[in-house]
């Protein structure tokens, strides 16, 4: 079965950096794209990221274009987010995200927080 997990969230300062990274299982990865949303407690599930399978075109929500970067491994089955320049409204949960055969799959999320 499709499986996502996440990992690499945590604690950082204002003007940090941090690396997600998500490891997909349970489908041919490099025929789908790959999408990072984030969400706050009372706010919608927003989509940060996305990249397009095989040749790995990448748009972004403009609130974090020049400071993230979505990027893949299709031998790794990875998908990742780097994070640039953090802001305290980048806190939120990270989730990983596919759409396999018209189903969306999710992974279980990881916790950023960016405080002093």
């Known amino acids: 079965q499709v499986q996502l997990v996440e990992s690499g969230g945590g604690l950082v300062q204002p003007g940090g950096s941090l690396r997600l990274s998500c490891a997909a299982s349970?489908?041919?990865?490099?025929?789908?794209?790959m999408r990072w949303y984030r969400q706050v407690p009372g706010k919608e599930r927003e989509l940060v990221a996305v990249?397009?399978?095989?040749?790995?075109?990448?748009n972004y929500a403009d609130s974090v274009k020049g400071r993230f970067t979505i990027f893949r491994d299709d031998a790794k089955n990875t998908v990742s987010l780097q994070m640039i320049s953090l802001k305290p409204e980048d806190t939120a949960v990270y989730y990983c995200?596919?759409?396999?055969?018209?189903?969306?799959?999710w992974g279980q999320g990881t916790q950023v927080t960016v405080s002093s």
């Open positions: 995200n596919a759409i396999v055969q018209g189903i969306n799959y």
């Open positions: 349970g489908f041919t990865f490099r025929r789908y794209a």
């Open positions: 990249i397009t399978s095989f040749g790995g075109n990448t």
